[in-house]
């Protein structure tokens, strides 16, 4: 019986805008339709080989594409897999991705069409870029091993018919009722037999299964594995095609990697870092890892196994010829071969960014903005790669507005210098106004700003680069060369410090003169091993339970808030007004470093009490 359904409501705004020429190139839509028939059939021959009680034929996989010039239809066939009536409403009828409302927000923010046909591609929709050239369009499918069929149609106008079927063939076949032909618009003819040649070539070429046109026996498609063919072979064009068919990215990729495994192991694998961050690369569960072929046979997607988590923005094909082709995920990443394929990867992978920074500063530098942040996540968990990974990092810093790299700090430390200097913060403009930098900035001494969450954490974990430690400038005492405080102007301001000490002992666990302020009155520190605030509060919005960590209340002796205080204090230690002077000192160094004040509304109170005293 049919059913006459709505699409999912976001599912409906973006067939709006696709039918409103989000694509600024038509052609597409074959391409879509034939690499998903590719995934169909890949999908078939390996769920053949692995449940033996799979009753399929297999002996002609293949994609068959039909055209009736009468009709103005074209037609997507494929053997494959099919799917059910269940697959059908979830991948048809709605969009089960997350983030579709920031794609639709993008999309619609996005005036140029070039800038949104990169945003569709990259959620995977392409199916839906069928109704930019069809008033109409018909699946029909048949799940192998099933015996009931399903029938889909729709008009994209916000509704869908779908019913069971009886007669339906295995796989899945997708009938388009084309648009009138209207060059204007970039709406070609794709009945005619040229134009299907020309984006099958393009696009698909290198597509394992034979496609074939209206019955001929010859395919249209060479079906040479890219992977398997020498590099000097195959074209650059021919590589980002296959690029765009294994990540569904319209952009070509940043960088190609060719490369082969050969001894006791053998693999192939053809590897791409993409120009740009997909839109799931923070989220819990953002696909990644590259696709597992086993001897041309493809065995799955998104194999987490070949690629460590801070590598998730890789994408290509790894063919491992020894495998099982029956192997689980959960197989994988005990095996012990697949691991050494990893270390491999990866190491390749690290080689061929350090090649690129080397050779093409500016180049890196639109890497790093892209996926920076990612690739400071393996200093957290890649004992191995850290000093490799290192390398990589490009940083702000206190000495110009461009990052630098680890190395170039080094070279620019001053004479005498042990340390690399940096401090985290929740942004540039925080670091660099913070009390902590007045010293090392009047002395000339550069300081990293560090501003990225992850940040936080990996500095934590790495002890030092080249032998040097990394010190930051908020934690510890400070030696820049500066005089000592002298003896007897310490013994001056004890009384000063153990009152404050006493009267403040609910927030600080010490208060002591400072060597690294030059303007500020105070400022607060911590020792040399203590947890950030901003790390506090990080675990704290994680929903973990965290002590209020006391830290340390650093003075300027030489400012007058500070002289002031000592000299009232030295007059009559039980002065009415002191201890609020404490509580705001205390809180002006808060503040300072960005932190949070435990009673906002008490604080502004003293503070005006305080301004209208002078008026």
């Not at 959620?123 to 018909?138: I, Q």
């Not at 032909?181 to 040649?197: C, G, H, P, Q, V």
């Not at 300081?447 to 010190?471: C, F, H, K, M, S």
């Amino acid at each position: 019986m049919s059913e006459t359904l709505e699409f999912q409501a976001e599912t409906r705004q973006l067939l709006q805008l696709m039918v409103h020429s989000i694509y600024s190139n038509k052609d597409i839509f074959l391409r879509e339709l034939i690499s998903n028939a590719s995934d169909a059939l890949d999908k078939l021959r390996l769920e053949s080989l692995v449940n033996k009680e799979l009753n399929v034929d297999t002996g002609d996989l293949h994609v068959a594409l039909e055209v009736d010039k009468e009709q103005r239809t074209i037609t997507v066939r494929d053997n494959g897999i099919g799917m059910s009536h269940d697959d059908v409403v979830s991948l048809i009828g709605t969009i089960a991705k997350s983030g579709t409302a920031e794609l639709l927000r993008k999309l619609r923010e996005s005036p140029e069409q070039q800038q949104r046909a990169e945003l569709i591609g990259q959620f995977g929709v392409g199916f839906y870029s069928t109704f930019m050239v069809a008033d109409k369009v018909t699946l029909v499918t048949r799940k192998a091993g099933e015996s009931q069929g399903t029938r889909w149609e729709s008009a994209g106008e916000g509704t869908y018919e779908i019913e069971p079927l009886d007669d339906a063939p295995q796989g899945t076949t997708v009938t388009l009722h084309l648009k009138p032909e209207d060059s204007e618009d970039r709406l070609f003819d794709y009945t005619a037999e040229w134009k299907i040649r020309e984006i099958v070539k393009k696009y698909s070429d290198f597509i394992a299964w034979p496609i074939r046109l209206d019955g001929a026996d010859t395919p249209l498609n060479s079906m040479k594995a890219l992977w398997a063919r020498p590099r000097s072979e195959v074209a650059d064009e021919e590589y980002h095609e296959f690029y765009k068919h294994v990540s569904h990215d319209w952009t070509d990729p940043f960088e190609t990697i060719h490369m082969r495994g050969e001894g006791t192991f053998e693999y192939e694998a053809l590897l791409f870092i993409p120009a740009r961050a997909p839109f799931d690369l923070y989220t819990r569960d953002g696909k990644r890892g590259v696709q597992l072929y086993v001897k041309r046979v493809f065995i799955m997607d998104d194999c987490e196994a070949l690629t460590p988590r801070y590598l998730r923005f890789v994408k290509g094909v790894v063919d491992a010829h020894d495998l099982s082709l029956n192997i689980s995920r959960e197989i994988l990443q005990q095996d012990r071969q697949i691991q050494v394929v990893q270390r491999r990867l990866v190491k390749k992978v690290l080689s061929t960014l350090r090649e690129i920074k080397d050779k093409d500063q500016q180049r890196y530098s639109t890497f790093w903005g892209e996926f920076g942040r990612t690739l400071k996540e393996g200093l957290l968990d890649d004992a191995e790669n850290r000093e490799a990974l290192l390398d990589l990092l490009l940083l702000p810093s206190t000495h110009s507005q461009e990052p630098t790299s680890l190395r170039e700090y080094v070279e620019r430390m001053k004479e005498g210098q042990s340390d690399i200097y940096y401090m985290t913060g929740e942004s540039r403009a925080h670091v660099e106004n913070s009390p902590h930098l007045e010293a090392f900035l009047a002395k000339g001494y550069e300081v990293l700003i560090l501003t990225d969450p992850v940040d936080e954490v990996w500095v934590e974990q790495v002890a030092q680069y080249d032998e040097r430690p990394l010190q930051s400038v908020a934690k510890g005492q400070v030696d820049l060369g500066a005089e000592e405080i002298a003896p007897e102007r310490s013994e001056g301001f004890a009384p000063l410090l153990a009152w404050l000490g006493t009267t403040l002992e609910k927030d600080v666990k010490e208060v002591r003169l400072s060597t690294r302020l030059t303007t500020s009155a105070a400022c607060i520190v911590g020792d040399e091993h203590d947890m950030t605030p901003t790390l506090e509060r990080m675990y704290r919005a994680m929903g973990q339970e965290m002590p209020h960590m006391k830290r340390i209340l650093e003075l300027n002796p030489d400012h007058p808030l500070v002289g002031g205080l000592r000299a009232a204090h030295a007059a009559d230690p039980a002065a009415a007004g002191l201890g609020e002077t404490a509580e705001l000192l205390y809180g002006i160094a808060l503040l300072s470093e960005g932190g949070e004040l435990e009673d906002p509304s008490r604080f502004t109170r003293l503070v005006a009490e305080r301004l209208a005293r002078t008026l």
